[in-house]
């Protein structure tokens, strides 16, 4: 792999040491540092007192300076270090466009900046979810394993359910260099040995939503104009319906929509034929934005925990048709909505969002159904974006969300 090393400063500045404050590297070493591995890739830092106030407080492993590295025992060794240090640098010069455009200019051309090792990507965010045992250490030993893998934290959150229960859940967002290796290392270094179900999703592998949807339009309507506006981070590769009404308003917008009308004996045809478009365009999960159809044991076992419903109802009152007609003639006080996960048990899901509006006996039918599709919309909505950000971590029939 080292087909020419030149070292063209005496050291290579791999880090700057954490609070550094107003405290800048001798001048002999602020100039630009080349490490040349091989005609592919050219590695250039430039440190400057002027830079911004985040430059100053890098979170690296220290000041890295190889005097002869040509002369060094275990060059391999300190290569990765230096490859370890490199990665940290690249992961905050990506997301800081304007410091980035300033090493260009000082630099006078640098086009590429490349990790060195191929299995590896830009740097990227990815999202850990975890479910294990509690017990000490669980914290510390993934937080060690993502700083040994080159992560930066950007938000943890986690919950234990001990005494009770005895479970341990945690949410990671950390900014990591994608790794074709990393699933198996997390597998055998931390998650068996601690008991963990876990998984980890990166934000540029979008997911692709479906979403089926009958006569009523409001919930489809909400979800297309936020993901219009850039407010959902997925892709809808295609909406079905079994009534047509809606099909301009998809593909104004340039998605497919599919009208697939369904009676009793038709039922099974249908479902395999949703469950064909879903397979065709690797849909991740299925939005029901009112789809009033109830789907089979046989197609929710085909999407487990990924199949959305609003209902609309604050349930489990109310279930079933007509809930609003229901409600008034109860005299509630409260209405709402719930957005759960499709099991075999109507409307019996695992809950992952609900709301509900105050009313009173000055409310009038019409009244009713017009603040209950508007909670519909906005419950629906959130229990999407948690789904789409990986802040959902089913128990039994329960969620812990994020």
């Not at 001048?27 to 830092?45: A, E, V």
């Not at 990591?176 to 998984?199: C, I, N, R």
């Not at 397979?279 to 990924?306: C, G």
Request: glycine share 6%; with cysteine; aromatic share 10%.
């Amino acid at each position: 792999m080292l087909q020419d090393l030149g070292l063209y400063t005496g050291g290579i500045l791999a880090g700057i040491t954490t609070n550094m404050g107003d405290h800048y590297l001798h001048p002999l070493h602020r100039k630009m540092q080349r490490l040349r591995i091989t005609d592919t890739y050219i590695f250039s830092i430039y440190i400057t007192p002027y830079g911004p106030k985040w430059f100053k407080s890098l979170q690296l492993i220290g000041y890295l300076r190889i005097a002869n590295i040509t002369g060094m025992p275990d060059l391999i060794n300190a290569l990765k270090i230096f490859e370890y240090l490199w990665m940290q640098i690249a992961m905050r010069i990506r997301h800081q466009s304007y410091f980035f455009q300033s090493i260009l200019a000082i630099l006078g051309g640098i086009h590429c900046i490349t990790p060195m090792e191929n299995n590896y990507s830009t740097p990227d965010t990815a999202r850990l979810l975890i479910t294990c045992p509690d017990q000490p250490g669980i914290v510390a030993r993934v937080s060690q394993f993502l700083f040994q893998s080159g992560a930066n934290i950007l938000d943890a959150s986690q919950h234990s359910t001990d005494p009770l229960e005895g479970l341990f859940f945690m949410r990671m967002e950390v900014r990591m260099p994608y790794s074709d290796h990393f699933k198996t290392a997390f597998e055998e270094q931390v998650a068996t040995p601690l008991g963990m179900t876990w998984k980890i999703s990166y934000t540029h592998q979008r997911k692709r939503m479906a979403i089926l949807v009958s006569a009523y339009d409001h919930c489809l309507m909400d979800l297309l104009w936020r993901w219009r506006s850039g407010e959902l981070d997925v892709d809808i590769p295609v909406v079905i319906s079994n009534h047509s009404a809606l099909e301009k308003d998809c593909t104004a917008l340039g998605i497919p929509f599919y009208f697939l009308p369904v009676n009793g004996e038709t039922k099974a045809a249908q479902e395999a034929a949703i469950a064909k478009l879903m397979a065709e365009q690797q849909v991740d999960f299925i939005v029901l934005a009112r789809y009033m159809q109830i789907l089979s044991p046989q197609f929710v076992s085909l999407f487990p925990q990924r199949i959305i419903n609003i209902h609309h109802s604050f349930l489990p009152a109310f279930a079933g048709a007509r809930p609003y007609h229901h409600a008034y003639a109860r005299g509630v006080k409260l209405i709402g909505a719930t957005a759960h996960y499709v099991t075999d048990e109507l409307d019996e899901g695992p809950i992952i969002e609900q709301d509900v509006a105050r009313v009173s006996h000055k409310h009038a039918l019409n009244d009713l159904v017009m603040l209950g599709r508007d909670i519909e919309r906005q419950v629906l909505t959130r229990a999407v974006k948690a789904h789409i950000d990986d802040r959902v971590i089913v128990l039994g029939n329960k969620t812990i969300v994020f």
